[in-house]
């Protein structure tokens, strides 16, 4: 993996790292998050690309979303739409029955709600 960059958070108790990288393979860029030992930059960066855990663009968005006070409404109605979709599969998988029309209507009327909530 090649590193990208690394960012660093100390407390009184440690030193936490992110260590955003790119696949040799594919290509394709991650971020790994990890407590270091704070003694040797470059092990605790290879330490936490190599085994910490997988920090998703989905997580970051999330924390950067909570972070702007600006986005509480959209956050709001993405928990909704998220809620209301699950309990829609919730209660067919508990049917073990095929959809009805209305309930595929439903959930097509969510996942556009859930789709706008997004952007």
């Known amino acids: 993996m090649k590193i990208i960059d690394d960012i660093w958070f100390t407390g009184f108790r440690g030193i936490v790292g992110i260590v955003i990288g790119e696949d040799d393979a594919t290509h394709e860029r991650k971020a790994y998050i990890g407590v270091g030992s704070g003694i040797d930059l470059w092990k605790d960066v290879k330490t936490i690309a190599e085994n910490g855990c997988k920090l998703t663009p989905e997580v970051a968005m999330k924390i950067a979303g909570l972070l702007n006070p600006s986005n509480d409404k959209k956050v709001k109605r993405?928990?909704?739409?998220?809620?209301?979709?699950s309990n829609v599969l919730f209660n067919w998988s508990q049917k073990k029955d095929k959809f009805t029309a209305a309930e595929i209507q439903m959930i097509k009327a969510l996942q556009e709600q859930?789709?706008?909530a997004r952007k």
Do not use: I, S
């Open 78 to 85: 993405l928990r909704e739409t998220g809620d209301q979709m």
């Open 114 to 116: 859930w789709d706008a």
